[in-house]
């Protein structure tokens, strides 16, 4: 267990709408990352961050952005949702030996 | 940019049989990290196995072990005396050095595993 949870867990919005979601961890973690899951793609990397208040951009980062104010909380934030936005959405830590990620337990988001 | 190709969509295994994912990349690195996920129908993504470029042992952990051809970039994952349990995607990844840790992400395998 990484200690890390994301908020809220489910979530249906409307196109144009703003949403953030929110990413926590517990175990002082210096990078952090945002991941989509989409079926037939994987995981692609949205946006990261390597520290507070520095971020950069993943794969995937059209009509995304982030923030980090606080070493334990990883924001990510649709300014105006798409429906091509509805997806499952990953926080992750890395903290092993050779890099490797923890991830949070996923959040689902369905934009009408 | 990398990139990971798993061949296999779906794959089928009978209780306490074996079976092995297929995972190649493409890159130009000679080190690099690689890791094997397991996500079960929870959703929840759980590190199985994880190998450095550099090392020529095969990992291992447990049930789980890892076919890892440098030259051939092929990076598979076998699964021993398989379980009801593991039933889910199998995700490979891959890892440059210095990248901040970034992972490039397979499509995925789904396995089923039948009794």
């Known amino acids: 267990d990484a200690g890390i949870t994301q908020s809220p867990r489910h979530k249906v919005t409307e196109t144009g709408t703003p949403v953030t979601l929110r990413c926590h961890q517990t175990?002082?973690?210096?990078?952090m990352y945002w991941y989509r899951q989409d079926p037939g793609h994987g995981l692609r990397l949205i946006h990261y961050?390597?520290?507070?208040?520095?971020?950069d951009k993943g794969e995937v980062s059209d009509g995304y952005s982030v923030s980090r104010s606080k070493t334990e909380d990883f924001l990510l934030t649709l300014e105006s949702a798409t429906s091509s936005q509805t997806s499952v959405y990953f926080c992750?830590?890395?903290?092993?030996?050779?890099?490797?990620?923890?991830f949070g337990p996923g959040t689902r988001l369905t934009v009408t | 940019a990398q990139t990971v190709t798993q061949s296999q969509p779906e794959m089928s295994v009978q209780e306490a049989e074996t079976v092995t994912l297929s995972c190649t990349y493409d890159?130009?690195?000679?080190?690099?990290?690689l890791f094997w996920y397991k996500q079960p129908p929870s959703r929840q993504m759980i590190l199985v196995i994880r190998?450095?470029?550099?090392?020529?042992q095969n990992a291992t952990e447990n049930r789980f072990s890892v076919n890892f051809q440098k030259a051939a970039k092929s990076f598979s994952l076998k699964i021993s005396d398989s379980q009801l349990g593991d039933a889910a995607m199998y995700f490979c990844?891959?890892?440059?050095?210095?990248?901040?840790?970034?992972?490039?992400f397979g499509t995925g395998t789904r396995l089923q595993v039948t009794l």
């Open positions: 992750a830590i890395s903290g092993g030996p050779l890099g490797e990620q923890y």
């Open positions: 175990e002082n973690h210096r990078y």
């Open positions: 961050s390597y520290g507070v208040k520095d971020t």
């Open positions: 890159t130009s690195e000679s080190d690099y990290y």
């Open positions: 190998q450095e470029a550099y090392k020529q």
């Open positions: 990844a891959y890892r440059s050095p210095g990248t901040a840790s970034k992972l490039t």
